[in-house]
């Protein structure tokens, strides 16, 4: 007998593969009926793959020992009533890393020397009445990491590379780590030029960057996010983008994905991408990879290779 495992979002083909390969797979985002497809298959199931797991879910699940979820934010599942429940719950840390700091990255260039602006400036053939106004650069500015987790550590990396300067604010100081901690997040923002958010979403760090911390960042800062649209005050932040309190942002999510607020959109002082920081087939096939891994050693009685709980 095979063991059933039910997917419930689309996941990458080669990972949908390893998955059909071992598995009984069962693909609740692809039912017609959900609640029929729970009531037949839900005593068998032993596994999850991917995320949006709550209580009433694994409720559904009595014989429920693991969810893999793919990616390395777990705040989609319930992650306290996994624990009352002996669930596992697993992710995919440090595959994504350098594909989302690369990211990171290029939204700071993006915004800093208004790459999109340019690109429409010189494909307008404006560039024929006269050149395109100064922008300004990374180099000699602080770069304030909040999360300085593996993928902060990677945008610190490169941000030194870029010549900046680097301060942090997490839980708590990393004595091992060289740059300079802050442990109040509004401080941090007001001695920094960019405010780049890295820290994981869920209930702690709901609105962690609130109005009070995007006014200190102040109308020469700017602000990046690859983490989740959760933690930053969204209307804060585009009111005061439309007004100048705050210089500019890069954004890569956003707190109702994927609709994106249309006086977001509307604005000139914003760098958008549609939450792909780790959309590389690299990246996307070792998340995959990973979640058959974490599976696998379950099943086999192995160590967890990534265990969230």
């Not at 879910?57 to 705040?75: Q, S, T, W």
């Not at 960019?194 to 995007?214: F, K």
């Not at 890569?252 to 509307?266: G, H, Q, S, T």
């Amino acid at each position: 007998m095979t063991i059933e495992l039910l997917q419930t979002h689309k996941l990458l083909d080669t990972c949908e593969a390893g998955l059909a390969e071992r598995y009984t797979v069962h693909k609740l985002h692809e039912a017609s009926d959900r609640e029929a497809l729970l009531n037949e298959i839900g005593p068998r199931i032993r596994a999850i793959a991917g995320g949006n797991v709550d209580g009433a879910l694994m409720g559904r699940l009595p014989k429920l020992e693991i969810i893999a979820n793919f990616g390395v934010g777990y705040d989609s599942i319930d992650t306290k009533a996994a624990r009352e429940r002996n669930i596992r719950v697993t992710n995919t840390p440090g595959v994504l890393d350098d594909a989302v700091a690369e990211i990171a990255m290029a939204l700071m260039i993006g915004l800093s020397r208004q790459l999109p602006q340019a690109d429409r400036f010189t494909r307008e053939g404006r560039w024929e009445q006269g050149n395109y106004p100064f922008t300004t650069e990374l180099r000699g500015k602080t770069v304030g990491i909040l999360g300085l987790g593996r993928i902060g550590k990677e945008i610190a990396a490169r941000a030194q590379a870029m010549k900046m300067r680097i301060v942090y604010h997490g839980r708590n100081r990393q004595p091992t780590e060289p740059h300079v901690y802050y442990d109040n997040l509004e401080e941090m923002a007001r001695d920094s030029d960019w405010l780049v958010i890295v820290a994981p979403g869920g209930p702690e760090t709901n609105g962690i960057v609130s109005r009070q911390v995007l006014e200190a960042l102040g109308p020469e800062g700017r602000l990046v996010n690859v983490a989740r649209g959760s933690l930053v005050d969204e209307q804060a932040m585009i009111e005061l983008l439309e007004t100048g309190g705050i210089g500019g942002a890069g954004l890569d999510v956003f707190a109702d994905e994927p609709r994106v607020p249309e006086r977001l959109r509307k604005l000139d002082n914003v760098v958008l991408t549609p939450h792909y920081a780790s959309a590389t087939r690299t990246t996307r096939d070792a998340m995959g990879a990973l979640v058959l891994k974490n599976l696998k050693a379950h099943f086999n009685g192995d160590p967890l290779p990534s265990a969230v709980v």
